[in-house]
């Protein structure tokens, strides 16, 4: 592939730029040089804190996998409606990303709370309460996680449009055979990155988590809400929440370089 | 081996299509037509796509779309209707392989994988991609994706193809192959076919008979020697690229007839009696310029052998480069012109 030589940028924004950079990476950079490397190995395999690695991959792989299953749906009809109705269902379905992950926590209990809207009923008549249990965890993260996958999949179905699906149904093909032979594998790209942003969304999901499901270790103590514990644990050295912080950056690291390995046309 | 029947009227606030037609088996029908003219929402319709105001589609025995003042008595599924389409953008799936896009139809309506393959290999030997199966379509031409979503159209055995000015994005070449491999396939397969266009080539070139369509409506139709050789309507004369004037006979004071036309256009004709209304037709090739009716340069542009005049009362003149260049053409120079009688057309109007 050849490039052609772009016009530039002009040199004065190389200075916002580099800050913007600063901003995004020095942090990071801070803790790793913070940690105790000496005691690194100790702090990352104890107990606590392989049970909070264990619990976090398995509720964000069990939310990616309900997103998945339903979000993907969303995504397709919200991309092939048309009018006032979708607008708003759109505008309400993104409205996890921008509220503040606690508020969220707090209108899950009112919903599935033992006293809530479904959850007393749950509760009365078949004896199920969700709050503070592993499922919370789970339903927490997909609430938070969902808009990612959705939106990245909605907005691929309408960069590709329909005229390749049009010429499918000419050829006999059925609305299923359409779906699940041209229109999602066309947008293939959408539903790799929304998947994984989607799992590194649940992966860091810490506000709606702490207020819904608790911080139980074992049970509902995923990493960033055992990184918490161990910041503010009195007793308990910050060393311990330095080293929980970086293996989940090495996670959400290695979940991201997966992915960009997975994107279609790179590695044909 | 069906053919196609289409009644087709559709209100869309100041807009109304009402067309007929036929298609038989074997038989290209072209639909000729300026933008706007409605083919595109008469190819929807056709496809399944649009329900008309009312109207019947049918293919064969086999009713696909009924309507009746706005309620749909049969509105068969675009997947059911057994409709090919072949429009400007090949559109072959980027995701599969050539092979896989012309398995597709055949796969998709159960033919099992393996002879699925096998017609899909046979279909792209006869469009000229044999051995070209395995392609990816991003690692072929466009006369050649052309091709395989052409294979993958008739692969699904339609009984109707539909084709939606199939050549436009190709080069002259190219397109001039692709109509030759549609001609014979269509033939081959004896498929009622549909071209839309608005290219008067497709028509001469591929189609049995042409259907003009002019503001939603018919305004002839017959085969394409006929037709464009003798059009009735302004519009097929235009894009035939022949003269028509409409004006009264008058006598000329030599006894013979001739027909007045308006900015004093005066065209000799071997009419019967003056007196009625009239269109005269003639090519631009055979109006002379030196003596005759007056005329004034409207405006200039390259011909295919020279230099296409347009003058007051809309008549195109064409001259040899040599002999516009003797003229000292200008856009508003004063012109005298007239045409022998022998190459006029003469159509009496009611």
Not at chain 1, 152 to 170: K, N, W
Not at chain 2, 110 to 121: E, L, P
Not at chain 2, 127 to 152: E, F, K, T, Y
Request: some cysteine; hydrophobic content about 50%; charged content about 15%.
């Amino acid at each position: 592939m050849t490039r052609a030589r772009a016009v530039g940028v002009p040199r004065l924004l190389w200075v916002p730029a580099a800050l913007a950079a600063g901003l995004l990476v020095l942090p990071v950079l801070a803790l790793v040089l913070r940690a105790d490397w000496g005691s690194l190995p100790a702090d990352i395999t104890t107990p606590a804190a392989l049970d909070a690695l264990r619990l976090s991959l398995s509720t964000s792989a069990a939310a990616t996998g309900v997103c998945f299953l339903l979000g993907v749906p969303l995504a397709v009809v919200l991309a092939r409606a048309d009018g006032w109705p979708a607008d708003v269902l759109r505008a309400l379905v993104t409205l996890p990303l921008v509220l503040p992950p606690t508020v969220g926590g707090i209108a899950l209990l009112y919903l599935l709370g033992r006293r809530g809207l479904v959850g007393q009923s749950l509760d009365e008549w078949f004896g199920i309460t969700i709050p503070f249990t592993t499922a919370a965890v789970v339903i927490a993260q997909a609430f938070v996680a969902m808009p990612f996958l959705v939106l990245s999949v909605e907005g691929s179905l309408r960069t590709a449009g329909t005229r390749f699906d049009v010429v499918a149904a000419s050829l006999g093909a059925g609305r299923w055979t359409v779906l699940r032979r041209i229109t999602l594998p066309l947008v293939r790209p959408g539903l790799v990155s929304g998947t994984v942003l989607c799992f590194a969304r649940a992966l860091g999901e810490f506000g709606a988590t702490a207020l819904f499901a608790g911080n139980s270790p074992g049970v509902t103590q995923t990493m960033p809400l055992a990184i918490y514990s161990a910041f503010n644990g009195a007793g308990v050295t910050q060393g311990t929440a330095v080293a929980l912080s970086l293996l989940l950056v090495l996670a959400a690291v290695a979940v991201l370089l997966a992915a960009r390995a997975w994107r279609p046309g790179r590695a044909a | 081996m069906t053919s196609l029947h289409a009644e087709v009227v559709l209100r869309r606030r100041e807009f109304t299509l009402d067309v007929t037609f036929a298609a038989h088996p074997a038989e290209v029908v072209a639909i000729l037509g300026p933008n706007g003219a409605g083919k595109s929402t008469l190819l929807a319709v056709l496809a399944g796509h649009l329900l008309p105001t009312s109207g019947v589609v049918r293919v064969g025995e086999r009713t696909l779309t009924a309507v009746r003042d706005g309620s749909a008595d049969v509105a068969v599924r675009p997947e059911h209707r057994s409709v090919g389409l072949l429009g400007q953008d090949p559109l072959v799936f980027p995701h599969l392989s050539a092979r896989e896009n012309v398995a597709f139809g055949p796969r998709a309506t159960g033919t099992r994988a393996a002879d699925a393959g096998r017609v899909a290999d046979d279909w792209l030997a006869s469009v000229g991609l044999a051995g070209l199966g395995a392609r990816r379509p991003d690692a072929l031409s466009g006369g050649q994706r052309q091709r395989v979503a052409l294979a993958r159209a008739l692969a699904a055995e339609p009984a109707v193809l539909l084709l939606d000015e199939p050549f436009a994005q190709l080069d002259v070449r190219t397109a001039a192959e692709l109509r030759e491999v549609v001609r014979e396939q269509v033939r081959r397969t004896r498929t009622a076919t549909v071209l839309v266009t608005h290219d008067v080539l497709d028509a001469v070139a591929l189609a049995d008979r042409v259907v003009v369509l002019h503001d939603g409506h018919v305004v002839e139709q017959g085969r394409p020697l006929d037709v464009l050789t003798d059009p009735v309507h302004p519009f097929t004369a235009a894009l035939a690229g022949v003269n028509l004037v409409v004006g009264r006979l008058v006598a000329q004071p030599d006894g013979s007839t001739a027909l007045a036309g308006p900015d004093g256009v005066l065209v000799p004709c071997d009419a019967p009696e003056p007196g009625g209304r009239a269109q005269v037709t003639f090519p631009p090739g055979a109006v002379v310029v030196g003596a005759g009716w007056p005329a004034r340069v409207v405006d200039l542009e390259p011909g295919t052998t020279g230099v296409r005049v347009r003058t007051s009362g809309d008549v195109l003149v064409d001259l040899p480069p040599a002999r516009a260049a003797a003229l000292d053409l200008r856009v508003g120079a004063e012109l005298r012109l007239s045409v022998a009688a022998e190459h006029v057309r003469v159509r009496s109007l009611a």
